[in-house]
């Protein structure tokens, strides 16, 4: 598939602007449906998505009471999900 510095380079040696872009457009939609279509692969980058934010909960929000006890519902309720997947 073509990248990035493929369709600058034949922007550079005279290919329309416009073709360019349209290729760009096309391969990123391509890409995007690709993942998208494997919901293994979009699984996973949830969970990492996850881990790290949960390990990085701002002070600021535990803090607060009522910010603190949002979270802690939320991840009581992300534990039953864990807990209904693993053996």
Known sequence: MINEKDLFEQFR??????????????????????????????????????TKVVGNVPYKAMKDPETKAKIIEALIKLENV??????
């Open 13 to 50: 040696g005279g290919t329309d602007l416009e073709a360019c872009y349209s290729l760009l457009l096309t391969r990123r939609f391509e890409e995007e449906a690709k993942r998208k279509s494997d919901p293994v692969s979009e699984l996973f980058a949830a969970v990492e998505i996850c």
């Open 82 to 87: 864990i807990s209904d997947i693993k053996p």
